[in-house]
Nanobody
Framework: QVQLVESGGGLVQPGGSLRLSCAAS????????MGWYRQAPGKQREMVAT???????NYAGSVKGRFTISRDNAKNTVYLQMNSLKPEDTAVYYC?????????????WGQGTQVTVSS
């Protein structure tokens, strides 16, 4: 099967930066869209940013101009550079990928990484 492993979360002060990484491994034929989602306590999971296999990106309005999503197709890895972080960015961040395994396209999720923005 497929595993997504996230790294890079932690505690940062308001205005600071963090870079999240998510590496996919397993029986991968091809990875289509990859993305980052987040879930704050008491709230629903929301899309933060997505990137297609060709590099087209989409961002939530609340992070546009502050966050940058990118990917390295050779490494099956997606990144999220987060700048000018705000307390409201505090959440568990999840990586998602649409992966072709054999002839079947499935959605996979990482285990999540905590991002806390606090002074």
């Amino acid at each position: 099967q497929v595993q997504l492993v996230e790294s890079g979360g932690g505690l940062v002060q308001p205005g600071g930066s963090l870079r999240l990484s998510c590496a996919a491994s397993g029986s991968i034929v091809r990875i289509n869209t990859m993305g980052w989602y987040r879930q704050a306590p008491g709230k629903q999971r929301e899309m933060v940013a997505t990137i297609s296999s060709g590099g087209s990106t989409n961002y939530a309005g609340s992070v546009k101009g502050r966050f940058t999503i990118s990917r390295d197709n050779a490494k099956n890895t997606v990144y999220l550079q987060m700048n000018s972080l705000k307390p409201e960015d505090t959440a568990v961040y999840y990586c998602n990928a649409y992966v072709l395994v054999g002839s079947v396209l499935n959605s996979y999720w990482g285990q999540g990484t905590q991002v806390t923005v606090s002074s």
